[in-house]
């Protein structure tokens, strides 16, 4: 559980959609709106990693695949998720270019469960670090969503606090860009690390 719960943790820590979506609504709309975008990430990121568990779970039972190739995919796909995220990292002023966007008109909660659900890379992550989990029953799944989930919560919610607070005193991107980019490269040493053990 502590595995997934630090993999979830990294994941959303990254400066992605999300992150940045609760960083606008700190901004714009105050520590409150920020916060309950962070309940939306909660449930959405809990719906998105116990299914991601449980697939796993129904995929290891139904077929009987070659474990090295299973290591190799998940491995890769960890290993270009982290790249991705170290790249956008380093070529992207986070500040000017994604934080400054128009009001939201949606519900705090709604729009970032909405955005949390559909963005399909971090689904593939979980998916194929579930793997290395080892999910025996749906219990082990729904424990270990709810470690996953709460690790995005904690997450999600210094972000809320970091943009509601402190964000308009930060004039240099220098600090978010390392949280990406140390970000990137222990998501690209959990696939190396997967691949080897």
């Keep these: 559980m502590v595995k997934a719960f630090m993999f979830a943790f990294m994941v959303s820590i990254v400066i992605g959609p999300v992150a940045i979506l609760i960083i606008n609504y700190g901004l714009n709309g105050g520590l409150k709106k920020a916060l309950l975008g962070c309940l939306g990430v909660w449930v959405a990121n809990f719906t998105m990693t116990f299914a991601a568990y449980s697939i796993n779970l129904v995929f290891e039972d139904s077929l009987s695949l070659d474990e090295d190739i299973l290591d190799i995919v998940s491995s890769a796909i960890l290993i270009v998720f982290g790249s991705m995220i170290a790249y956008k990292a380093i070529k992207t002023n986070i500040l000017s270019s994604y934080v400054k966007c128009k009001k939201r008109t949606m519900h705090p909660v709604l729009g970032a469960f909405l955005l949390a659900v559909i963005n399909p890379l971090s689904f593939v992550a979980y998916f194929s670090f579930a793997k290395e989990l080892n999910v025996m029953n749906v219990q082990e799944s729904f424990q270990l969503g709810l470690a996953s989930s709460i690790a995005a919560l ?44």
Excluded at 165 to 190: C, M, Q
């Design 154 to 197: 904690i997450a999600m919610t210094a972000y809320a606090f970091l943009s509601g607070h402190y964000l308009n005193k930060i004039s240099n991107p220098t600090i978010l860009k390392f949280i990406n980019i140390g970000s990137g490269v222990l998501i690209i040493g959990f696939g190396i690390f997967n691949y080897f053990y």
